[in-house]
Every structure is written in structure tokens, then in C-alpha cells.
């Protein structure tokens, strides 16, 4: 793509109508062009067959049409599927299809990279590159779905915003996106089946609160004090836990729209019964539906391990018994490296 070209999906349905009636060609070119960016997986202007081979080439001479490609394709043992995406110049990011009986969800990426650093992520040892664009997130969507027909004949039920880079540090692009996944237009998925996951933006959730967002918010808050959290989390130096529970109290008295907390139990860490009354205190300032705990998947850059099932229990039943609505999220996808915090562009 000439990068001096206009990205023809920065066009709405009326910009093209205009364009198309510009050069003399009939309105209704534009309706199939448009269906073609957004409800078709096509990678370029070859592929839209209902189009003379003459208006594709003008299609192709006036636009650009910067579509993420599939680079590499893993396949789990538990049926969870990673893809590696390749953009227009090259750079890599990774999304993942997590299967179960009664849900297809979607964990997407929002940026190349990360610059967050956070040190039990494999993407936080990632240099950032860039912001995925909106229609580079949208794109990754459209792959997975497609994946999910041809895999498990069952569309797409769930997206997360839970892949490589902080969503809330490419707000319009990833707001853009969540637009046009959730339009009639496009896939018409409905933005209660949709999750944004942030490390945590304090300013970034407020103004999630004044957009009146619909889709739901997750916090990956890993631990329960600002000292530790700090040394895991560097965004805590700008963001800290009082913060963030301002923060997450604005937004859902502007959207009244599901919080969760993401906690990931680390080995002699965050896993005492000492951090979960820390745990209940923070829950209990927040409106939060649901604390996730997650099984750590260690990395190679990183010190921590994984307690043991024994302990894992302890800390929950724990959290149940002070009446927080807790949930065990096992890992999927391990040995592809596609599960919680693994994402590293390791694709073979």
C-alpha cells in the first residue's frame, strides 16, 4: 500500500456513495464495496467478485487497503486456537479463539507491543511499536470469527480486550472498533458480550464513564496494596489503588455497567489470606459483579510461580466465605503459549 493513499475504511457508507457517483458509477457499488470491508474477511480489492475487474482497479489506484493478515495459525490440545497477525508493514500481534461448550470467545490486541512493562506479562517485555488501528482490531475479530465457523461451526459469542497492550492507551481506536463490531452494519454484536481490560487509567475509566460506554470493564488489579503493586505494576506509580477506586465508582454510576477484578494468584506473593482482606476491603468500595481469580502461566523472563491447588483453594474459599463473588478462571491454550499473559509474538 502507498501510504500516502486514504485508507478506504476511514470512508462511511455515505463517503463511498459520493465517491462512486464522482467518478459516474452507480450508488448501490457502494453498498457492495461496504459489505465487502466489513462483513467479508477479504485482504484487498482483488477479492470483491461481484466488482468489474476496471472499478477495482480504480478502487485500488485511489485507495489503500491495509487488512491484517494471518502470519501463523497454533493449535492447543484443549481446542484453543492463537493466531499471529501480520500488518500491511510487517509488525506482529497476536489474538486467540478460546472454545468452550457455550461460548466463542475473542481475545484481541490492542496495540504492537506494550509500554507498560508489567513483570509477570510476557508483552510488557515487548517494546511497544504502535496503536493498532480501529480497523486492524476490527480485522482480527472478523479472522477469529471466521475461525470459529470453520472450526467449531459456531460464530463468535464473547470478545475481550485481554490480548498484547493496554486498550485504554489507544482509547478511540479501540472505542472505534467496539463502534463498528457492535453496528447492524457489521457484525452487530451486542457490547454486553464485549470486555475492556485495563491495567488501569484512571483518567482513561472516567472518560469511559462520560462516553457511556455499554460494554463491561475489567480491572487487572494482581494485588490488593499499592507497595506491591508497584513492584509488579509500574503504572501504579501514576495510578495507584485509591485512584482506580475513585475511578471505577465514576464510571459505573455514569454506565452502571459490569465491573470485574482480574487477580492473578502468585507463589508466596499475593496468595496469603492477609492480601485477600485486602482483596475483600478493595471489592467492598466497588460495585464489582465478580473478582476473577486466574492460574499464573509462568514465563521465561519472570520470577514468579504457581501456588498449589491446595492454597489456590484456601485464598478462595476464603473470598466465598466473606461473601465475594469469586470464580477460578483456568488457563486455556498453555502449550501454544496463547494463555493469560503469554502473548509474545512466539508463533512458530
Known amino acids: 500500500m502507498n501510504t500516502k493513499q486514504q485508507n478506504i475504511r476511514s470512508l462511511s457508507l455515505t ?3 459520493d465517491y462512486f457517483l464522482s467518478i459516474g458509477e452507480k450508488k448501490f457499488r457502494a453498498r457492495q464495496v461496504y459489505d465487502w470491508l466489513w462483513l467479508k474477511p477479504v485482504q484487498g480489492f482483488e477479492a470483491m467478485s461481484n466488482i468489474s475487474k476496471e472499478l477495482r482497479q480504480k478502487l485500488s489506484d485511489r485507495f489503500g487497503f491495509p487488512a491484517l493478515t494471518i502470519d501463523t495459525t497454533q493449535h492447543s490440545e484443549d481446542g484453543t486456537i492463537k493466531s499471529r497477525f501480520k500488518t500491511v508493514e510487517g509488525y506482529l500481534t497476536e489474538g486467540v479463539l478460546i472454545p468452550t461448550d457455550e461460548r466463542k470467545t475473542a481475545c484481541v490486541s490492542s496495540q ?12 510488557g ?3 511497544r511499536k504502535r496503536n493498532l488501528s480501529f480497523d486492524e482490531i476490527y480485522d482480527e475479530v472478523v479472522l477469529i470469527n471466521q475461525q470459529s465457523m470453520e472450526v467449531y461451526d459456531k ?3 464473547n470478545i475481550v480486550f485481554m490480548g498484547m497492550g493496554e486498550p485504554l492507551l489507544n482509547y478511540r481506536n479501540v472505542l472505534k472498533a467496539i463502534e463498528k463490531i457492535t453496528s447492524p452494519d457489521a457484525l452487530a454484536m451486542s457490547p454486553r458480550r464485549i470486555t475492556v481490560s485495563t491495567a488501569g487509567v484512571a483518567k482513561q475509566i472516567r472518560q469511559l464513564g462520560d462516553d457511556q460506554v455499554k460494554f463491561k470493564l475489567a480491572l487487572s488489579l494482581h494485588a490488593a496494596n499499592d507497595k506491591k503493586r508497584h513492584e509488579i505494576m509500574p503504572i501504579n506509580d501514576t495510578n495507584n489503588i485509591q485512584s482506580l477506586i475513585e475511578a471505577l465508582n465514576y464510571f459505573y454510576r455514569q454506565t452502571k455497567n459490569e465491573i470485574t477484578f482480574e487477580y492473578i494468584l502468585f507463589n508466596n ?5 492477609e ?3 485486602e482483596l475483600i476491603k478493595i471489592y467492598r468500595q466497588v460495585p464489582a ?6 492460574e499464573y502461566n509462568p514465563i521465561e523472563f519472570a520470577k514468579f510461580t504457581k501456588p498449589s491447588e491446595e492454597k489456590v483453594d484456601v485464598f478462595m474459599n476464603y473470598l466465598e466465605k466473606n461473601r465475594v463473588n469469586a470464580r477460578l478462571r483456568r488457563s486455556r491454550g498453555k502449550d501454544i503459549d496463547a494463555a493469560c499473559g503469554q502473548l509474545a509474538n512466539k508463533g512458530k
Open 125 to 127: 517485555y515487548i517494546e
Open 155 to 157: 460464530k463468535l459469542t
Open 269 to 273: 506473593f499475593n496468595d496469603s489470606l
Open 275 to 277: 492480601d485477600a482482606d
Open 112 to 123: 504492537i507491543g506494550c509500554s507498560l512493562s508489567c513483570k509477570f506479562c510476557a508483552t
Open 289 to 294: 459483579d465478580l473478582v476473577n481469580l486466574i
Open 15 to 17: 463517503d463511498l456513495e
